[in-house]
């Protein structure tokens, strides 16, 4: 017999609503279960054995996101099945950036009302969202916070654990002068920078559902809404075959804040701007906001979801693998003595 309190549904929290989300969930989640999950949703704890065959001494690394303020996008638009595979993206590119593979992911969904089909709906994002990153979804919460999340919005976040021998952890102690940055385009403005964006098109109040031409008859809202790409299992085949001297995850903060994240003091990576292959949503942005280019840089990824350092003998190599597994990876600049963290000449 399920529990159910007549005082605490008059005070707006509907706990059967919240068993049928989970039901309705379940099939979800049987998608992302892999080898390591013991047991099922429902318990005090996700239970997760990894396999630490061949590991001499096995790192955990972890992370945790939310979407921000790309979620307004999703309540004016009615769509909500993508913003979860935003929320794992931004966990599981993070521990990317340490060379670890995603193990499990736990979500956290808040909200003012539990409506249980958009909280399905939701959790089927997060769902694809480690699909594609190779995670397990072991668990989560749904908290029904009436009074304090108006009735139609949420929030949603998350954390991811991985996993990565620490003798493969990515170090760069050996990065040196002369090193060739790659770019691995994004899908779009990711899940960074939306307070901007949301101000300079008026979202709330503009008409962001029509066709627009400077984005190829896409829409602005479903062009925003574009899910972030997750860039797991291309990356992991890289690490495979050729010896990745940094990488970096471009969030907010954009060129300027993330680039610097993964490169030794007194080198600076010197990006050829012409060769950042800058999506159309980058431009419309700049021209509708008036937003000088170095704003633009350090705000938005601008078309290059993620930067990889890698010797010069090893370009071509890394090139060929990147792009037999989807991803169409082009050389983006150098590494080169400085002071200055990065450069765009």
Do not use: W
Not at 5 to 18: F, K, N, P, Q, R
């Amino acid at each position: 017999m399920k529990s159910f309190s007549e005082s605490y549904a008059a005070a707006g929290v509907d706990i059967t609503a919240g068993y049928k989300a989970v039901e309705l969930m379940k099939s979800h989640i049987a998608r992302t279960t892999t080898p390591g999950v013991l047991g099922g949703i429902g318990g005090f704890g996700g239970l997760f054995a990894p396999d630490l065959a061949g590991m001499k001494r096995p790192v955990l690394v972890s992370g945790t996101d939310g979407v921000g303020t790309k979620l307004k996008l999703a309540f004016l638009l009615g769509k909500h099945d993508t913003v979860g595979i935003d929320c794992v993206a931004m966990c599981v590119n993070d521990v990317l950036c340490c060379g670890a593979k995603p193990l499990f992911f736990l979500d956290y969904i808040a909200c003012g009302k539990n409506d249980p089909a958009r909280i399905a709906s939701i959790v089927s994002g997060v769902a694809e969202g480690c699909v594609q990153s190779g995670a397990a979804l072991i668990g989560g919460e749904t908290a029904e916070m009436p009074g304090f999340y108006p009735a139609d919005e949420y929030d949603l976040a998350g954390f991811v654990v991985g996993i990565v021998d620490e003798e493969k952890m990515l170090d760069n102690a050996s990065m040196r002068a002369g090193d060739v940055m790659i770019a691995l385009p994004s899908s779009g403005v990711h899940s960074n920078g939306f307070s901007l964006v949301r101000k300079v098109f008026n979202v709330e109040a503009a008409d962001i559902q029509s066709p627009c031409e400077a984005l190829g008859g896409a829409s602005i809202g479903e062009t925003l809404l574009t899910p972030t790409k997750i860039y797991v299992k291309p990356m992991l085949k890289l690490m495979e075959k050729v010896t990745v001297k940094g990488v970096s995850h471009i969030t907010g903060g954009g060129f300027y804040e993330n680039i610097p994240r993964s490169i030794p003091q007194g080198l600076t990576a010197k990006i050829e701007k012409n060769a950042v292959r800058v999506l159309p949503i980058f431009d419309l942005i700049a021209k509708t906001g008036e937003i000088p280019e170095r704003d633009m840089f350090n705000t938005f990824n601008m078309g290059v979801g993620m930067s990889v350092v890698v010797a010069k003998e090893d370009v071509d190599t890394a090139l060929s693998i990147l792009r037999k597994h989807g991803e169409a990876a082009y050389v983006m600049g150098e590494i080169v003595h400085g002071d200055e963290r990065v450069t765009l000449c």
